[in-house]
């Protein structure tokens, strides 16, 4: 069953540009960007079930969160789009092209393949478990319980981006976590749908991280024949934190080329 996901919708001209966050992320992660992007076009950025302002619901597979997108560009009455996905919202841009490829005119997927990966999130689960029973007063509190399971001071700030007040005072985790732990096996998995996308594709992958090498680029280009490969040699997982610039630079080039959007004003 479909869930009406929480988005921000710009406005704008042209055809518009979706922004899918990744696994424990939200719209908010994607601010800076989007205000960048809405000078030149209309920009969605979608909360995914169990994450952001988005309800939480059972179930965290690909089609599931595929449809619960397409449910965003139906009640927007958005034909087709852009869409733009990082991480685990890559898989769902990916499973979403393969399902309902007339609804997109492009892909941007960001340092992710269409493959299933292992399960390398046992610290980060531990560490919001932690930080769930521990209810912190303030945010020191929530990186001391976060500390006590992930090292990477920068991974834990991302995680507290999910902290959020609570009615008593208190920060409480904003995240669906039960839905999500329950239906990470799906997580992990490879993106739904069959057979290849044939669409234009944009892939940006971080140099220093594991999750594009270049052993997995034979099967990536079999689902995504068209991709253009586009490697941040100093970036890792969250490239478009690290470097914001160079990501935004690589989007824009093949979004330009796409759609060139609505024209710059005339002073």
């Known amino acids: 069953m479909s869930v009406e996901l929480n988005y921000r919708d710009t406005g704008g001209e042209g055809i518009p540009?979706?922004?899918?966050?990744?696994l424990m992320g939200s719209a908010d992660n994607?601010?800076?960007h989007v205000n960048t992007w809405q000078q030149q076009r209309r920009v969605v950025a979608v909360d995914l079930r169990n994450h952001g302002r988005s309800p939480h619901a059972n179930g965290m597979s690909y089609a599931e969160m595929a449809q619960d997108l397409l449910g965003v560009m139906d009640r927007l009455d958005i034909e087709r789009a852009h869409l733009l996905g990082h991480s685990m919202g890559g898989k769902v841009v990916i499973s979403l092209a393969r399902l309902a490829p007339?609804?997109?005119?492009?892909?941007?997927?960001?340092?992710?393949?269409?493959?299933?990966?292992?399960?390398?999130?046992?610290?980060?689960?531990?560490?919001?478990?932690n930080v769930q029973r521990g209810q912190p007063q303030n945010r020191r509190q929530a990186d001391d319980l976060f500390a006590e399971?992930?090292?990477?001071?920068?991974?834990?700030?991302?995680?507290?981006?999910n902290l959020v007040r609570s009615?008593?005072?208190?920060?409480?985790?904003?995240?669906?976590?039960?839905?999500?732990?329950?239906?990470?096996?799906?997580?992990?998995?490879?993106?739904?749908?069959?057979?290849?996308?044939?669409?234009?594709?944009?892939?940006?992958?971080?140099g220093r991280s594991a999750y594009v090498p270049d052993s997995a680029l034979p099967h990536l280009r079999t689902v995504l024949p068209q991709a253009q490969v586009v490697t941040l040699e100093t970036a890792g997982h969250w490239l478009h934190a690290e470097q914001p610039e160079a990501f935004?630079?690589?989007v824009n080039e093949f979004l330009s080329r796409q759609d060139p959007g609505p024209a710059a004003p005339q002073a």
């Open 102 to 129: 007339q609804r997109v005119a492009s892909l941007i997927v960001a340092d992710i393949a269409p493959q299933a990966y292992g399960h390398d999130h046992d610290a980060i689960f531990a560490g919001l478990r």
């Open 248 to 250: 935004q630079a690589a």
């Open 167 to 206: 009615e008593k005072g208190g920060l409480q985790l904003r995240l669906g976590l039960d839905q999500i732990e329950a239906g990470y096996a799906d997580i992990i998995q490879e993106p739904a749908g069959e057979g290849a996308f044939e669409g234009s594709v944009l892939v940006v992958r971080g």
């Open 17 to 22: 540009l979706f922004v899918v966050h990744g």
């Open 149 to 161: 399971h992930v090292e990477d001071r920068a991974t834990r700030l991302f995680l507290a981006t």
């Open 30 to 32: 994607w601010r800076s």
